[in-house]
């Protein structure tokens, strides 16, 4: 059974920074395509990043290019996302999500296959 299980959200002044990560157990690691999304109070989960399974290719949404960065380490099964110049509209849950296609569409909740439980940042101003 696949799990993936973030960790590293919190409360940041902004401008600060926070780096998430996602455990992923139950398969080979290096067979997933990793994604992060998140969601605010009132809105729909929504694209953050995206790495294919070497960590090569990367994609990203445009309010948080060249402020977030996406990456994986398949020795230690974890992807992480690092998290800077955070602004209070960064404040949402986020998840990290695995598919083993890349096939469709990388910014697409819906072509992911499992998710972890969400982990919630909150920037002040």
């Known amino acids: 059974q696949v799990q993936l299980v973030e960790s590293g959200g919190g409360l940041v002044q902004a401008g600060g920074s926070l780096r998430l990560s996602c455990a992923v157990s139950?398969?080979?690691?290096?067979?997933?395509?990793m994604g992060w999304f998140r969601q605010a109070p009132g809105k729909e989960r929504a694209f953050v990043a995206y790495?294919?399974?070497?960590?090569?290719?990367?994609y990203y949404a445009d309010s948080v290019k060249g402020r977030f960065t996406i990456s994986r380490d398949n020795a230690k099964n974890t992807a992480y996302l690092q998290m800077n110049s955070l602004k209070p509209e960064d404040t949402a849950v986020y998840y990290c999500?695995?598919?083993?296609?890349?096939?469709?569409?990388?910014?697409?909740?819906?072509?992911?296959?499992?998710w972890g439980q969400g982990t919630q940042v909150t920037v002040s101003s």
């Open positions: 999500a695995a598919r083993v296609s890349s096939s469709g569409s990388y910014f697409y909740p819906g072509d992911y296959a499992y």
């Open positions: 790495i294919n399974w070497s960590g090569g290719r990367t």
């Open positions: 139950g398969r080979t690691f290096s067979d997933y395509y």
